[in-house]
């Protein structure tokens, strides 16, 4: 399947070109299901008993089946309410904003009930994008519009930039012209990178290509601090299960980490947790340091010819969300 010519006319019009990067920064291109239908737009109309704006009509009708939660929600079509004549549109996970659209067709949104300088297209497609940008860097590698391109990379909160760093992103990448309702936030960017400082100098980021990340990578040192280490055993047989129970805090150990090899491990990373689950079966070893190179290829060298490719070990450094599978290939 694939998007319909209302949802591609939509696309092409220059209020909504940003939104279609957005929509090709997740995995699943847009599809015409993803749409809401005239019919479907019309029913909300008449329950609030009032006209949708024209740019939220079309927003609905590009997206409105594909918009899912990351922080902070989108209103769905099932969920629009009305005030007077202010229908919300967006709101924070705990209240502390809304953004609400006065009737028009592309009208200055208002944020708390005061007029903002950006209209309400605008608004959409910056709050998408915080949303991805959440998304990126929280892990799971889930946007606003479902799974992430695999390309997608990011970071956040980090607390320990340098200011030398801030200097080089603000001069490196120009300030990005979308609302955000948090006034103390500052954007910065390009087609393919989102950075986001707060205040206190806490910073996110988002890449949407690795050539991206390397051009970031060349203005903030995405490798300092330690590198968080996981080793994970899959499949495990029930006795396998039992065996690792029973070792409890020395998981390492009964996972064929012993002797000259597990006081190896401990001279190189720091253990943070162990993990055994029961459904799936596996075991999981979390670590941190600052010697990745080393303790990852040690504990390829050592679990592997025992699990196989049941055994999985994956890095990230602490400034990055997406981890880098090392083993099996």
């Known amino acids: 399947m694939t998007m319909s010519s209302r949802q591609q006319n939509l696309l092409n019009q220059p209020r909504w ?23 479907e ?6 329950r609030i008993g009032l006209p949708l704006p024209g740019a939220l009509h079309e927003w609905f009708e590009i997206l409105g089946h594909r918009i899912l939660t990351v922080q902070d929600p989108a209103i769905t079509l099932d ?13 924070e996970n705990q209240s502390v904003w809304w953004l609400d659209t006065p009737p028009g067709d592309d009208p200055v949104a208002e944020l708390d009930g005061a007029p903002t300088r950006a209209p309400l297209s605008a608004w959409l497609t910056g709050l998408l994008m915080s949303e991805t940008l959440v998304g990126a860097w929280v892990g799971e590698g889930r ?11 990011g970071g956040g909160l980090l607390d320990d ?14 300030p990005l012209d979308w609302p955000v309702p948090a006034s103390w936030f500052t954007w910065h960017g390009d087609d393919e990178t989102i950075i986001r400082i707060g205040d206190g100098d806490f910073l996110e980021w988002f890449t949407a290509t690795p050539e991206a990340l390397t051009r970031l990578g060349d203005v903030l040192d995405l490798t300092a601090g330690d590198t968080r280490v996981v080793v994970r055993i899959s499949d495990l047989t029930p006795e396998e299960h039992a065996h690792l129970r029973d070792a409890g805090g020395h998981m390492l150990d009964t996972a ?16 943070v947790s162990t993990e055994l689950r029961n459904d799936p079966p596996m075991a999981e070893i979390h670590l941190d340091t600052d010697q990745p190179d080393a303790l990852c290829a040690l504990l390829i060298d050592t679990l592997a010819p025992s699990w196989g490719d049941r055994l999985t070990v994956a890095r990230r450094p602490e400034r990055m969300a997406r981890f880098q599978v090392l083993h099996p290939r």
């Open 41 to 46: 737009i019309a029913a909300a109309r008449d």
């Open 17 to 39: 070109a940003q939104l279609g990067h957005v929509i090709g920064w997740h995995r699943d291109p847009l599809v015409a299901a993803d749409g809401c239908t005239p019919d």
């Open 143 to 153: 946007g606003p519009l479902g799974v992430l391109d695999p390309a997608v990379n």
């Open 79 to 91: 969920g629009l309410r009305a005030e007077a004549d202010r229908i919300t549109v967006w709101t």
């Open 256 to 271: 064929r980490l012993h002797g000259d090899s597990d006081a190896a491990v401990t001279a190189l990373g720091d253990l």
């Open 161 to 174: 930039v340098t200011p030398q760093e801030l200097d080089a992103l603000r001069s490196h990448y120009p």
